[in-house]
């Protein structure tokens, strides 16, 4: 592999036998062989296309605050565009963002602007990339009610999607559907506001979230989608599962669609939670809880 790492090396910066632990939130997984951090939009190009030579698999990652990432070994490169794509523009309400931005950040430099639209998004601790990827959204609100174009390089071609383009739907878009685009940069829409009255706004959803999810815990989030018909904790409470634990992975007893890693728990354990979850509601209530989270590289 080492021919390969040389022609990679021309276009990012480059870690070796990288632990998923350090690349999710969940903390939880085996080793990646390559994890990548291309220098802008060609060197990701040329990352691609030397991966595509070379039959070697790859990833976007973004803060990993999504995937459950297995135990096994990743022969592959993950690419994250956190380090060098992660310019921000204001123009009067608009912003451009790169991917790699958290969205967390962006929300406390608009609020420092004086800009509502992104309080929602105060708590998720996403990059602008992932958060397109899942219209990833809170208290009524989405990313696709701000989101009005995303840069997308797919097919060897850099172009810009308006929002219908992007078909959002819940914690869906059209990104899921084409595995092989990526999100380069974003355009918002927010608006003027008053900033001590954003900041407040921000300040309580973060209280409310402290006091409703199991944040002082490595997780991915919400595991499951909510059902069309009533709330995926709600299920899981009825089949007896809050708290319920294999090793150090637990279903959270403060919000029980949260697994939690409380010390050094296994990928196989949380997938077992999982699918005895999604097994037990199904065979109790004939309902198909849809994991929110993302499963990588499971045989
Ligand atoms: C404590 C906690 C609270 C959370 N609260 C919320 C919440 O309130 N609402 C909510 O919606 N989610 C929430 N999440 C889940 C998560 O933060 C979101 O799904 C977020 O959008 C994931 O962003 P990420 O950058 O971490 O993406 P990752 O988890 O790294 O990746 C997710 C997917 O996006 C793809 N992707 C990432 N970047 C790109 C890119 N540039 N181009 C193409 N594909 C890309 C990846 O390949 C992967 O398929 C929470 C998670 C945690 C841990």
């Keep these: 592999m080492s021919e390969f790492r040389n022609k990679i090396a021309q276009f990012a910066d480059i870690d070796e036998n ?14 990646a062989r390559y994890v990548v951090y291309p220098y802008d939009e060609f060197a990701l190009e040329g990352i691609i296309e030397v991966c595509r030579e070379n039959n070697v698999e790859y990833k976007m990652f973004g803060n990993g605050s999504n995937i459950l990432c297995s135990d096994d070994f990743f022969d592959g490169v993950v690419i994250k565009l956190g380090r060098y794509f992660n310019k921000v523009f204001f123009n009067g309400t608009e912003v451009v963002v790169q991917a790699g931005y958290s969205i967390i950040s962006l929300a406390y430099d608009a609020m420092k602007k004086s800009l ?4 929602f998004a105060s708590g998720i601790p996403g ?11 809170a208290y009524k609100s989405n990313m696709s009610d701000i989101v009005t174009e995303v840069q997308v390089l797919h097919d060897g071609i850099i172009e810009w999607l308006d929002n219908t383009r992007c078909e959002f ?5 059209v990104f899921q559907k084409n595995e092989d685009w990526i999100v380069l940069a974003v355009k918002m829409q927010l608006k003027e506001g008053v900033r001590e009255e954003i900041n407040e706004l921000m300040q309580d959803r973060q209280k409310r979230r ?8 490595p997780s991915a989030g919400s595991v499951f989608r909510n059902p069309e018909n009533g709330f995926s904790w ?11 634990h294999y090793g150090d992975a637990a279903v959270s007893e403060k919000h029980s669609n949260f697994i939690v890693n409380t010390g050094s728990a296994k990928a196989s354990e949380i997938n077992q939670l999982i699918e005895d979850i999604q097994q ?9 809880l849809i994991l929110e989270v993302e499963k990588f590289n499971w045989k």
């Design 18 to 31: 990288v632990s998923f632990a350090r690349l999710t939130t969940m903390k939880v997984g085996g080793k």
């Design 280 to 288: 037990l509601v199904r065979d109790e209530y004939e309902i198909e």
């Design 210 to 217: 402290f006091a409703t999810q199991p944040l002082d815990y």
């Design 234 to 244: 709600q299920y899981i409470d009825k089949i007896g599962y809050r708290g319920k």
């Design 127 to 137: 990059t602008v990339g992932g958060c397109v990827f899942m219209n990833a959204g």
């Design 169 to 173: 739907g819940y914690r869906t878009s």
């Design 116 to 119: 509502s639209g992104l309080e």
